[in-house]
Nanobody, 121 residues
């Protein structure tokens, strides 16, 4: 059983940056595919980014290169660096772990509780 704990969310102005972190409890963290999803009020949960055990990455097209996912294997942590934030990035951001390198939420078995990101002036 993998436990995931997100941190780093907050309230920022448009154009600012934030770095989200997700700490995993599992010693075999390095073997999992890790991903970030987000859910805005009244909307479906949507894919943001994923990274596999070989550090291959894949992003949602809508991000236009503003976000970067990375993993720190020594600390069992995955980060999401978010730059040039926009109001439409406002959402609850979830960390997820699974065995399939995928943009589909159903392919991820373990989820964190989420961290809120609000972008507003």
């Amino acid at each position: 059983q993998v436990q995931l704990v997100e941190s780093g969310g907050g309230l920022v102005q448009p154009g600012a940056s934030l770095r989200l972190s997700c700490a995993a409890s599992e010693r075999t963290f390095n073997t999992y595919v890790m991903a970030w999803f987000r859910q805005a009020p009244g909307k479906e949960r949507e894919f943001v980014a994923t990274i596999n055990s070989s550090e291959g990455t894949y992003y949602a097209d809508s991000l236009n290169g503003r976000f970067t996912i990375a993993r720190d294997s020594a600390k069992n942590t995955v980060h999401l660096q978010m730059n040039s934030l926009k109001p439409e990035d406002t959402a609850l951001y979830y960390c997820a772990a699974g065995r399939i390198y995928s943009a589909l939420s159903n392919d991820y078995n373990y989820w964190g509780q989420g961290t809120q990101v609000t972008v507003s002036s």
